[in-house]
């Protein structure tokens, strides 16, 4: 079932502009808290339609893209949106952003959010498929309490990153060492695995090949796994990203290399008991002495169905205009998109009691993270097979390499 905003009448709308988004989400509970705002500045009516965020995240949505109701705009990001593109649920928004403010938005978020369409073909060239609306990259966060108690220290390196998460299971009571998300879902290898596994020098896609079980992921995976039975959460299986988060901010453990949009959660008062107590570091390097953190983009979609397109255009321009996002960012909307909302003196001063965050975030999405993984169409089913060779490691139904192995043999036959 789709939940419509309470009070929209069809009958009375002259132009429509319907928009497709997820629950649990910041940005379009602040799309529908200011609703009638955009109704009021452009005489559109705006329906405003939401889905459980499981479902929304699976992308099984194009039957809500496609027939008389289809949405004109809707929510996606790397990964789903790829899939989109070949099904035809994409319109390039090139001509729409000419003579905008789009120069205004961080240059790397524009530049993930092209692509050709074809496999192999690197983001940054190609049309315009989004416009980014939130951004998250992959910091560490850690409890300096929780480590001082046990004498350790900040780990700079994912070898040290694993040995405190252990000791601080070993040593604290009820304190498991390190966050990780799970679940079968596809976006379990997106963000703290994929950024340890690029900076062990591992990778997706070697040549137009399956890398997943080259030496340096069997490695990386090998760690992850060992590391995640002895100090990760105790139910990693149905550790979704939402309650990763609230249990992180309950208290839960001690280190998390996941998304640092949750600092949303970390600081606020309603969500989180450790407000103020938390320390943010970039992620720690691999034993290349690499570090290279993934990246994400929340974006908006005008889809190639949509009824009106200058009124899809219309609603992304108010949507995710520097007036909006500045003021989303105070209602849990993270991270800001925008470099002029980095530098507003007004942020600054939002996150001024969050320690090294401020520093930590903008040097991610400016500088230090890209999205990783190989652009193709199919990805969500690359990503599945790779979680399921994932899961079957940690349950024992095979040997980490057999499983990596058996895994790039398949996505092998996905692409070719």
Known sequence: MWTTRPGYDPRMAQATVRFLGPDTDAYVASVERHAEEFEAQTGIELDIRIIPSDEYFSNEIHHLLDGAGAADVYMSGPVLVWEHVAAGYVEPLDEFAAGSDVDDFVDRLLECNRWSGRFGDPLGQGALLEIPVNCESYNLAYVPEVLDAASLGMPDTWREYFDTAGAVARSSGGVRGFAQRGTDAWHTMYTGYATQLWSYGGSDFEDGRCAIAAPAAVQATAEFLDALREAGPTDWLDQRWYELALDFARGRYALVVDSDHYVAYFEDPATSELVGRIAYAPPPVGPTGLRRPNLWTWSLVMNTRAADKPAAWRFIEWASSREFLQRSVFEGNMNPTRTSIWDDERFREH???????????????????????????????????WVRALLDAYAGRADVAGALQSAAADIDDLVR
Request: charged share 25%.
């Open 351 to 385: 996150t001024a009691g969050w320690g090294s965050f401020y520093d930590v975030a903008r040097g991610l999405v400016e500088r230090d993270a890209f999205v990783l993984v190989t652009p193709a169409a199919n990805y969500l089913e690359i990503a599945r097979r």
